[in-house]
């Protein structure tokens, strides 16, 4: 148990009438854990399923779980909304110190409600909640000014967490992000366009409250126990030396990393772009989430000439991981580690999406190419695979042009696809943006049925890897992509980061859950798991979203995978065989 535990307290904020209220809400947090559990009846209660997603009535729900704070590598934090992108559940993840800041500041979840007549930003400074002016900070081009004012106004530094959009949330792109702590952010389906739907900057959180667990002693030792584990393990060693770049060269030859929209399998100087060679040539060091051992944020030094003053240089660190080498490096034809870097520091002064903005370039190259679309449209800017400048102008333009073209590509590809064609190349999965896995069945239908449609649902690349050696029928592929993901409802319920998923066994997770204060056993677990994905899928389906109206795209099945070419037929059968499950649990 904790002394005087406040994580089961819900702070609402409505932005139309700039008021707050905090709600006790041991109704969810007891049968549902914190995390994302708590968050999708947190969104159910609080979003009407018709609701325009850029609209004021869109909620933003973000949450935490009862192991942040008090356990190592459980850093992470959940936020749900009703993505722009998608139409359907809006899920992202992130870390920095958004976790401890939310916990420290004394709450569970935060729920944020309305729209700001002007825009505003939210400083939560423990029970003290402020409405600000952000007026000077809208429309700022690169989103780090803004962070860096935030910075300066607000107390709090150390325990305080910045969550803040760019202009493409400003703009609401439907695939903008909100950064934290400059490295992080919660990329996917587009919570930055929510944020900026509310004339919401940025969302502010400090505390200095006090975790105290009754059973120090047991704590103490599992927490020993977790600390060895996470510092000894191989797999936390190598996140830590190289990080998931680590996957650059291995993956490339299985043929499992996507280039060029998928339609070759080597890349000339892909080894440039690899984690080892990264880490030789541009690591400048090594950041980590709060309460992380296992620091795995690299950060790539990329020196800058001074327009004017040729023999002056600035240095601008970037972060960078195997799905930011995969969709602005492999899948763009950019095989330089510079290019790379060019590009992650466009789309973080922009505030976008990485891989949504990837995998819409690598799409408009091939849409380009085949004439579907002309230099009228692209404002002069010719797309061609490896060329650095171009793609910097075009995510610019996806931002800030008011030509028609640009605000479609700004919805996404499966949007423009509709539009202008080429669906048959559009790497898209329930409408968002492919992940940076060809490696076979389990990753593609892993994407597909993801509640959220990312490799982070079940990790589908695990499951090919396991099939390159033992062959699965369609059953097996199904039940083990379906049982991952009920499984990792209950990590992010916690809410631990994935890296961590093989040291958190389901019986360290039932010791940690018991210090504090939840008496639970694996039965019960694995049913809140399953009870959580059923959850996103009533709310998907509430939403619109079809699951017999889903389906993969046709250029999976021309070029070989990691796991050799893939079966439309097999494919159908395991998509079937997903169908029935999802459908039994409704
Ligand atoms: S492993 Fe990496 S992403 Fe996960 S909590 Fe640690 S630093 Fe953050």
Known sequence: MIKEDTLKKVLYIDLSKKKFWIEERDDLFSQFIGGTGVAIKLLHENCKYDTDPLSSDNPIIISIGPLNGLFPIASKTVALFKSPHTGNLGESHAGGRSAIAIRMAGYGAIVIKGKSERPCYIAIHGDRVYFKDATTLWGLEEGVSAASLIRRQESGAGLRTIMRIGPAGEKMITYACVTLETY???????????????????VVVSGKRDLKVNDFKGYKECYSNLLKQLAESDKMKKYHELGTPANVMPLSFSKGIPMKNLTISELEGLENISGESFAEKHLGRRVACSHCPVACIHLGALRKPYEDEPYFYRTVYLSYDYELIYALGTMLGVASPEGVLRLIEVVEDMGLDAISTGVVLAWSTEAFEKGLINEKMTEGVIPQWGDVDAYSQ????????????FKDLGKGIDYASSKYGGKEFALTYGKNEMPGYHTGYGAHIGYLFGARHSHLDSAGYAIDKEAMIKSFDEEQFAEKIITEEYWRQILSSLVICFFGREIYTPQIILQCLKLTGFDLDEKRLTEIGKEIYAEKYRFKIKCGFDVDNIELPQRIFELPSGTGKLNKDFAEKIIGKLKEKIKSLL
Do not use: D, Q, T, Y
């Open 394 to 405: 075009l995510i610019n333009k996806i931002v800030f042009s008011e030509g028609e073209f």
């Open 184 to 202: 992080r952010h919660f990329g996917r389906l587009g919570l930055g366009a929510v944020f900026g739907s509310k004339n919401l900057k940025a």
